[in-house]
């Protein structure tokens, strides 16, 4: 006789998000992050893909304490994450023509956070770069887009 192969039952969205805040549940209250601890994750997001990004959002949006140690509500890191994708092209553009050597993520960050109406110097805190680099890029862009 031979054994049946058994598939793993797969899971609804609504059984995930369901194992997920039981699982919250059972996990203590996570102290907000550090501006240092901010910045290296920051650092290390600029490197991952776009499922990547996502994936990590999702989990920001079903977890509360999560999104509280980020210290940003779920809309508006969804907000910011459509405004880089469609600052995108922009960015590169700016990276041919040399303004910046930046990756093309994070250029296309700057300019959607001050097309928000973020303060330069805030942009340059909250992505970690120096405020004269992101005044370059936004300076680049407006003689780019006239």
């Known amino acids: 006789m031979s054994n049946p192969?058994?598939?793993?039952?797969?899971?609804?969205?609504?059984?995930?998000?369901?194992?997920?805040?039981?699982?919250?549940?059972?996990?203590?209250e996570v102290e907000p992050l550090t501006q240092e601890q901010r910045r290296l994750i920051k650092?290390?997001?600029?490197?991952?893909?776009?499922?990547?990004?996502?994936?990590?959002?999702n989990v920001i949006g079903v977890m509360?304490?999560?999104?509280?140690?980020i210290g940003q509500p779920i809309g508006d890191i969804r907000q910011l994450q459509d405004d880089a994708i469609r600052w995108k092209a922009v960015a590169e553009e700016l990276i041919r023509d040399g303004v910046t050597s930046k990756d093309p993520q994070l250029v296309a960050a700057v300019l959607a956070e001050h097309a928000a109406g973020t303060a330069r110097s805030t942009i340059?805190?909250?992505?970690?770069?120096h405020h004269q680099t992101v005044g370059r890029i936004l300076v680049a862009a407006a003689e780019l887009t006239g």
Do not use: C
């Not at 509360?64 to 140690?69: E, F, I, K, L, M």
């Open 5 to 28: 192969i058994l598939e793993p039952t797969k899971l609804s969205p609504e059984a995930v998000i369901s194992q997920l805040r039981t699982m919250k549940s059972q996990i203590e």
């Open 43 to 57: 650092n290390r997001l600029r490197t991952h893909s776009k499922t990547v990004v996502e994936a990590s959002i």
């Open 64 to 69: 509360d304490n999560v999104s509280q140690a």
């Open 124 to 129: 340059g805190r909250r992505l970690a770069i």
